[in-house]
């Protein structure tokens, strides 16, 4: 009880010295530091990502805190996204009306269908030229010409933070120096670029195990609900172990009015394929659009030499640390010892410690569902019905066949006359000859579970909801099949493995389609729905 | 008979939220454990009465209740325990591994709805239809009570876990009117490692923490099934279906009529609008167990934990949809399916866990899965305490003392008992916030331009001591009285449980309502008291 008195004076205290402070006048602001307590830029190049050799040493600080004093592992990541408004094509040409998130920064990766996601050097670039509707309108589409894509290779070389400008007001005080690029942003160029500018699916993420992760969503509003003052926020699926502060659940949390920003902050969590969405109204905005996925790539990726030794290098820090009596623990060691190694060039999906989930390509695969209906009474004012909700058209990163197989990113025209980015990946699956593909499937589907089949290769599930299938004994739990399902709110990794050059040859095509037959369709068109193709490279 | 009421609930929703709201905030702390009445002997009837829903409708359902009271109820530390002659889901039959269990169903439904019966999946059951007593009649899956007649089911409990129950009779109506339940059987050789504490890793202190903040013990037992790994500190039961107002109408409409058996109410197309678990729809769930405006309603779903407690999962599937349950701030290691514990086959001595991890746990019709779930605040970057060694405040200034996992579990009566240690003292915004230290990563915009949520404990950090220090004038209180999660009392870090396929948060088209409600994770400083 003391206690509690004496910190009930100190806030009183705290709540007089702070009442003297104003508030800061910028309302949309990125932050992407380029040094931090756990990646000190005088120890670390935090604009690359370093190879593993061991665990991160720590020692006390002046602050009583744990702070890297050698061997620092990871580097610093950051995005920004939108979260407003737009359009999408569907296979069969309607035009449809989207909650959506949107590119703000990685504009080329993303074009590319890359993640958006870029080191402090690269997101800390101002930006030049840019107009509404960009990656599209950057790169000459006209009005009305859909399908005028794929883009060009050599158009809008721009990745960093959309607004980014220099800080004035910081520079004429002597608190920065000249060009100042410290988080302040011109929000006329994040109005010109963000507005009407949401995609299906949301921006792609990917980061790296030790990574922080900085990602600020700048809520631009709905242009085309002006009733509706909607916050949004990000909700990270499946972060273990996390804040109520940064899990982007309204009711638990704060949530962005539109005009400002706000920054989310994650430490890497262990590897795997997770996603993201907006937890506001989820019914309504995941139906309308906003969804997304974000992967974590191991660190095995960035060990040289033996896995085995490398996942029992691993053991020596405490926060990944498997200890198989932790129920919790989801890769311990294998039991069987493979003599696989990583020459620091080969990829994996989790910190396997055999090579059991290494892969030559890797693919998103986010399984979604539109009602028409839903989203028309959506793009007006009136309260949308959930009893009757139901999916018409059925989708694989925001595209019905036959756009699965659309190469490059889609265009949509929007209520503004000009053509805007709106659906970025398409999901053909490009398997070199003799190689294996990682695909990394998640569903977000709002109103049922949703089935997809492999006709050819057999799919090896490796790992559900961003684990790896491995009993606390060390035994891989993988099987074979040819069909996985998943509701919303859940993912898995699957391998397609293409290395029997006998069987699976170069000009092969198989299906990865739905057997939900009905699920094959585009709205009224009899043809279409969940389905892509695999190629033999 | 009272007429069904269905009212025309979006007029009146602004006037519902707000009565909800109310309801919801001035309800006294509610939380959740496992209820349910003890055996091995269970009376059971099978009658109609009307459910609740927070649109303001009542809608007429089946349900299983006693027949007379039971023997007991359990766990002991739930008070105000009661049981009716219908309820929905119908009652928790708590036995024990070993224990011959004899259920007596009496079928008190209108005569027009006809036979019903009780199905035990994964039991080995002799049915008085055998016995001749009391009479039954042997229908397609099972033995059958006829209006008024009663039927008994006998097994032995042979293995530990959480299993389904439900009507073996006309299913896709009865199940729809809500005849279905749980049966839990507790393991009859509790690990010794469970006395020993919790959790494996850390053994010894979980109960000494609890002791120490004089928290009853509300468990059923301190094992899920005879094997260590499967030890908790806490347990919660979801059991999830859907209702289609239609066809309760449809069967009430039908229920005066005279003639046995003759209802005749098609199951199909099916729309359901009600999305129930453990028959409530949020809000309602999160009110007490056995609140006295839900009288057939009396379980709820309202999960508290402290950092570092094994909590038990027991998911149900009922109704006849899949429901995709997210479990936020955490995976769920699945124990066992059905009361099947998955076990890694080579170790035979000490066979490891091999069910998944899962983040989304989904609920099949008739499926059962018994999960662990855990929260630390491990691997966060920053201190969720919000601690300060330059505070003047003690609390402020408490020691983190690694254990051979990195947690601070030395002194269970500490408030920062499982602390994950590596973090401790680390400030996660740039500048101070009161009594916390500034000098981490980030930068929170004007408070002006945020929204609080309703169970927002007003700071970023966990507990009413940080939650104090950290706000100033900077606004991320609330405003005080419209919250369900004081920062000055429990500032917990809520986490939504909720279905994914998201359309099933919703009561009749209103959102919010349907599968969902609020997990909360309280420091030490909050005692959680689930005796309602």
Known sequence: MVNRKISRICFVIALMSFASMTASAQSFQVQCPTTTVTHPSKLHDNNSEPSYAGPTNLAPNSQGFLAPTANVNGAIKCQQISGGDGFATMADGTQTYLFAFGPLSGLKDMADGKPGTEFPNVFNTAS???????????????????????????????????????????????????????????PRQVMDVGVMNGNIPAPLMAIDEDDEFFLTLTNVGMVMRPDLFEQHTVHFHGYPNASAFYDGVPDASVAINIGGSFTYYYLAPDAGTYFWHCHITPPEHLQMGMV?????RPRQNRWNGDLYAGLTTQQGDLRTRCDSRD???????????????????????????DGSTRYDVEYPLQIHGFDPNFHFVGMTFNPEAFVDMKDKYFLLNGRSYPDTVTPGPLATQSTDGAMHFSQPLPSIINIPAGGRALLRISDLDVTEYQTLASLGIPMQVIALNARLLRDQAGNNLYYKTNSITLGGGESLDVILDASDTSKYQRGDVYYLYTPNLDHLSNDAENFGGLMTEVRIN | MRAINMKKATLKMPLLLAIMLAALLLAPAAFAAVPGITGPNLKLTAQAEYLTQPDGSAIYSWGYGCNGAPSGFAPAAVS?????????????????????????????????????????????VSTSCKDATPVGQQGLLTCEAVPGGSVSYTFTATTPGTRAYYSGTQGDLQMEMGLYGAIVVLPSHIPSTCSNGLPLTNPGNNAAAKAQSGETDFRLAAAAYDHPSTCYDREYMFQFSEMDPRIHREAEQQSSRTCTGCMSVATEPYVPAYFMINGR??????????????????????????????????????????????????????????????????DTADPNLAGPLLFTTTTTPGQTIDGIYYWTGKGLNWDPYGHNPASGDPL??????????????????????????????????????????????????????????????????????????????????????????????????AFMWHSHNEREITTNNIFPGGMFMMMLVDSREFVIDESN
């Not at chain 2, 057939?296 to 998911?315: A, K, S, T």
């Not at chain 2, 269970?412 to 981490?440: L, R």
């Not at chain 2, 609080?452 to 007003?458: E, V």
Request: net charge negative; glycine share 12%.
């Open chain 1, 128 to 186: 030049t030229g840019l107009k509404p509707g960009d990656p599209a309108t950057a790169n000459g589409i006209v009005p009305g010409t859909w399908p005028g894509f794929p883009l060009p290779t050599n158009a809008l070389p721009y990745n960093g933070a959309v607004g980014l400008a220099p800080d004035a007001d910081a520079i004429a005080g002597g608190l920065c120096t000249a060009p100042c690029l410290d988080g302040h942003v011109d």
């Open chain 1, 292 to 296: 997304g996925q974000i992967y974590v």
């Open chain 1, 327 to 353: 129920i919790l623990c989801s890769n311990p060691l294998p039991r069987v010892e493979t003599g696989a190694s990583n020459d620091g060039s080969k990829k994996y999906a989790y910190n396997d410690g």
């Open chain 2, 80 to 124: 105000g325990a009661f049981c009716k002659n219908m309820q929905v889901p119908g009652p928790t039959l708590i036995v024990t591994e070993g224990q011959t269990v004899v259920v007596t169903l009496t079928n008190n439904l209108p005569s027009a709805a006809g036979n019903t019966s009780i199905l035990f999946p994964g039991f080995n």
């Open chain 2, 281 to 346: 729809s949020m809000p309602d769930d999160m009110d007490p167990n056995y609140s006295p405006q839900y009288p057939h309603q009396p379980y709820n779903g309202n999960p508290h934990l402290h950092p570092g407690e094994l909590v038990l999962l027991r998911i149900v599937g009922q109704g006849r949809w899949q429901h995709p349950f997210h479990e936020h701030g955490n995976h769920v290691r699945v124990l066992a399916r059905d009361g099947n514990l998955i076990l890694s086959t080579p």
């Open chain 2, 396 to 493: 402020a200034k408490l020691t983190c003392t690694p254990d051979a996992n990195g947690y601070n579990t030395g002194t269970p009566s500490a408030i920062n008992y499982f602390e994950w240690c590596q973090d401790h003292n680390k400030p996660v915004e740039t500048a101070p916030f009161g009594d916390v230290s500034g000098g981490g990563p980030v930068t929170l915009p004007d408070p002006n331009i945020l929204v609080n949520g309703t169970w927002f404990g007003g700071s970023p950090y966990l507990g009413p001591n940080a939650t104090v220090r950290a706000v100033g004038s900077t606004g991320t209180t609330p405003p005080s009285g419209t919250i369900g999660n004081s920062p000055t009392e429990e500032a917990a870090f």
